[in-house]
């Protein structure tokens, strides 16, 4: 339009050329905006009781216009002149114009003398001016306003329906289909849109103008054919037309932005206490678990065997490896979700949530503390149990072996002993016996050392309560009343021969010779041959060396024993020369020892074969332990590099959550990548416990090159986890708070300095003192009884101490513009209007079918009998929602 033009409206306003063309091209449009505009401007010159029937004619003296802005603005113009004269009626136009002017509307060539003079296209241009400062400019939709925000209200409201797609103000509304799917939009029950068909265009039109008439209040702008028969209908008519559409619903509107406002706290509350359930229901499950885990591991029961044993050991590697790491997350996940949820709380100005009695998180913490300490006690004991097992084998084994090494040498002795043979022995016989009594008291002596370690192996199998004590008591038992038996008769033969000594002569010195030398060399061989036998459990080379430097010692006496073999050979040899050269009759063996050179002899290769036996185990032995050695450096070289490398990382992570730079999101970035690193590493932790597993099968107890053991490793390990996870929750809440209250990088930035500074021990939380001096800095001035209300909202569970959440949760409570409870409440009084309540079945209406169950169940408690039946009046509603304490 070349006559006229406004300053804010040129955006979406054709270019004035278009203007000019479109007019002189198609008459039909003059025609559609003749129409259109006297119709938009009756409706509201009816406000005032009057209207216009010829657009160019009506406005020319002036009045009328300037009646038509004042109702449109609601303000008062400068007095008309009353006169019939041209100069009163420019003077009247020009005051409307200037007016026009004064909203910030700038009027090219559009002047008094022509709306005067009756100039259609200057009347159109300026009544087209008029319409769009004051119907169209003011729209605004999602940060679009003017044309584009009507534009973009038209699709949003028509999106649903089918056969409409609003691309622009002229053919995308000939059909007709869009007027009918704005008004079956907000009053459905006016159009039954199913019926319509896109085929019948004229039918739709006047279905929809003849509604908007009768029901919405909207005069008929436009006709049917008019914009049927027009190949491009009138851009501005149909945007005047739309415009009064706009206006009719835009009370609608805003009762749909109340109720999204309510739907918006409902969606919370539902959230929220579905998170409370999730929290009651991990936290039940881990504290069963706890319950059915801790008794287990309380339990000392001991084995019998240490096969039994190995597979408990087996059963508790089972649960460390499978059973506690999900068990870990769950705990690790369930102060995450106590956290979070009391952040939402918070942002909401809901009170602080509390679980159910025993279900805190330092109920969890102390069970699972619990825990901890019932599975350290029972993996020492396991170790425990494990080495009396071992000890308790090697010492059945040693009794057996000693026993049976007794029982063999005793077997027949008191038969001997009992013998009548001196009652009828000659004197040679009977000398010849008491020497053989006084090399058997000999040998006897000598096994007395045998007995005595039978019976301290037996207590020792006792006192380590040995599950077959009872056999082993009956041997040893029966041991001993045999010996003391053998005593007792050795002593009494003594005496029988000792009577008849006097009756007897010389005895053969050299098988008496012969026999005091043979039996203990005897006793030293078969000594010999036991200490070779006997088996050795050693857990160190120190060990295994002072084995093995004792059996090179041994090795050094052989020379010198069988230089005595061959002496006691050669007194039997000389024996038998004698008895060759004399004819001596020798009925019989040696009358003193039943040792024979076969049997020295016999024995002696028996030695000579067990010692290279013997330096075969201990040299595989010293291999083992060389091998457990090694074992023992690979876990330390790994353990002393992992356990510093955990306590720094802690501190690292420490001095984080207290010194944190750059915005929340740098910091959240930073701790994620921190904790990616952090899970990177679990491949060396789980080769130090592959490693460890293997100083346990192989029986290793003690390690000298490293303090850590895998349990340091270990609950390092889930500490370490444990903070990452903590810290990134901490600063996840506190993006969260940031976002909700509107707190900008600086004031977070001021609140961290400030916290930093009154945390005078850095540990991440001020003790009550420091938030009193804290809170002292920043300008309160408070009583006692103020700092308690204070502590109250920082520390609701009175632990003592204030959290950097809590702290910025508190600041921003103070400062922090957010969607309060007055707000929810005058959404309320939106939706209740005039009538001060609100009816169930009105949110029903007003509410999606699921949020209004959830806010009629809440709710359906205060419709008590003071109220309107049925209903809720302002206080019932908002105890329903808040509580009475809340507003």
């Known amino acids: 339009m070349d006559h006229y033009d406004s300053q804010q409206t040129n955006d979406y306003m054709q270019p004035e050329e278009d203007w000019d063309r479109d007019l002189l091209l198609d008459p039909a449009w003059e025609k559609q905006q003749r129409k259109t505009f006297t119709a938009w401007c009756n409706s509201h010159l009816r406000k005032a009781g009057t209207q216009i029937e010829n657009i160019e004619e009506d406005f020319r003296d002036g009045l009328k216009l300037m009646l038509l802005l004042e109702v449109i603005s609601g303000e008062r113009l400068a007095k008309p002149e009353r006169g019939k004269m041209r100069v009163h009626k420019i003077s009247n136009v020009n005051k409307a114009l200037d007016f026009i002017a004064s909203k910030g509307v700038k009027l090219v060539s559009i002047g008094a003398e022509e709306i005067v003079d009756g100039n259609v296209k200057m009347t159109l241009g300026m009544i087209w001016t008029i319409i769009l400062r004051f119907a169209i ?16 209200w038209c699709q949003r409201k028509t999106a649903p329906y089918k056969n409409v797609n609003i691309q622009n103000f002229h053919i995308s509304w ?146 460390r490896r499978l059973h506690k790491p999900p068990k870990v997350q769950e705990k690790c996940q369930l102060e995450i979700n106590f956290n979070t949820l009391q952040t939402k709380l918070r942002l909401s100005n809901r009170p602080a949530f509390m679980p159910s009695e025993g279900k805190m998180v330092s109920d969890i913490n102390n069970a699972w503390g619990g825990l901890e300490q019932a599975e350290k006690g029972y993996e020492e004991w396991q170790l425990n149990e494990i080495r009396r097992l071992e000890r308790l084998d090697h010492l059945a084994e040693k009794f057996r072996q000693k026993a049976s090494i007794h029982e063999s040498w005793t077997d027949g002795k008191e038969t001997m002993l009992q013998q009548k043979d001196y009652e009828i022995a000659t004197l ?253 590493y679990k491949p060396k932790i789980d080769q130090l416990e592959g490693d460890h597993q293997q100083i346990q099968e192989a029986l290793i107890f003690d390690n000298k090159h490293t303090n850590y053991t895998m349990e340091h490793i270990r609950v390092g390990w889930e500490q370490l986890l444990t903070t990452i996870a903590r810290t990134t929750n901490e600063v996840e809440n506190q993006i969260l708070t940031r976002d909700a209250k509107g707190i ?31 809170l002292i800095s920043m300008g309160y001035n408070m009583g006692e009884a103020e700092f308690a209300r204070i502590m109250s909202i920082v520390d609701p569970n009175r632990i003592g101490v204030v959290t950097f959440q809590a702290f910025i949760d508190f600041m921003s409570r103070e400062t922090a513009d957010t969607d309060t409870a007055d707000q929810v409440m005058a959404s309320f009084k939106i ?57």
């Open 831 to 887: 939706l209740a209007g005039d009538k001060n309540y609100i009816t169930l079945d009105e949110l029903r209406r007003e509410l999606p079918p699921d949020q209004a169950e959830y806010c009629i169940a809440r709710m359906a408690p205060y419709t008590g009998p003071d109220a309107v039946p049925g209903a809720l009046d302002y206080m019932s509603f908002s105890t329903a929602l808040y509580g009475e304490s809340d507003l």
């Open 137 to 152: 400019q003011d729209i605004s939709v999602e940060e679009t306003s003017a044309k584009e925000g009507l534009l973009l």
């Open 428 to 680: 040679s016989e009977i000398k010849a016996l008491l020497k053989k009594h006084e090399a058997f008291e000999s040998d006897l002596a000598a096994h007395q050392d045998r007995v005595e370690q039978i019976a301290a192996i037996a207590q020792e199998l006792n006192e380590l309560d040995y599950y077959n004590s009872p056999s082993v008591n009956a041997r040893c038992q029966k041991i001993c009343d045999q010996w003391d038996n053998l005593g007792a008769l050795t002593q009494k033969r003594r005496e029988a021969l000792e009577r008849t000594e006097k009756l007897l002569e010389t005895i053969d010195q050299l098988y008496l010779e012969y026999a005091k030398r043979a039996a203990p060399f005897n006793n030293w061989m078969e000594g010999a041959m036991e200490d070779l036998q006997d088996t050795f459990i050693v857990h160190t080379i120190e060990e295994i060396q002072g084995l093995t430097t004792a059996h090179e010692q041994f090795k050094a006496t052989l020379p010198d024993a069988d230089k005595e073999r061959q002496a006691i050979l050669g007194i039997h040899n000389e024996v038998t020369k004698i008895v060759q050269t004399y004819h001596v009759n020798m009925a019989g063996t040696n009358p003193y020892t039943t040792i024979t050179p076969q049997e020295i002899n016999g024995k002696w290769d028996h030695v000579r074969q067990l010692v290279p036996r013997r330096d075969q185990a201990l040299m595989e032995e010293h291999t083992r332990q060389q091998q457990n050695e090694r074992l023992r450096k690979q876990f330390a070289t790994q353990a002393n590099i992992i356990g510093p490398w955990i306590q720094t990382k802690m501190e690292e992570i420490g001095r984080i959550s207290i010194e944190m730079h750059g915005t929340l999101e740098d910091q959240l970035n930073h701790l994620r990548q921190y904790e990616k690193s952090i899970v990177n």
């Open 174 to 319: 000939k059909d007709g289909l869009g007027f009918c799917a704005l008004i079956h939009r907000h009053r459905p029950e006016l159009i039954d849109y199913g019926k319509l068909r896109k085929d019948d265009p004229l039918t739709n039109l006047n279905t929809a103008f003849d509604v908007a008439e009768k029901y919405l209040d909207i005069p008929k702008m436009l006709d049917a054919e008019d914009i049927v028969g027009t190949a491009r209908p009138d851009e501005k008519a149909i945007m005047t037309y739309v415009s009064s559409f706009y206006h009719a619903f835009s009370g609608a509107q805003k009762a749909e932005t109340a109720a999204n406002r309510i739907c918006k706290v409902l969606a919370v509350n539902q959230e929220n206490e579905q998170l409370m359930e999730e929290y009651e229901k991990l936290a039940s499950d881990l504290l069963e678990w706890i319950r059915r885990t801790v008794p287990w591991l309380e339990n000392r029961t001991p084995e019998n065997t240490m096969q039994a044993m190995q597979q408990k050991l087996e059963d508790f590697r089972d649960y």
């Open 744 to 774: 900008s990088q600086e004031q977070m930035n001021e609140f961290r300095a400030s916290f930093n500074h009154f945390d005078r021990k850095k540990t991440g939380m001020m003790d009550t003192d420091d938030f009193r001096a804290c």
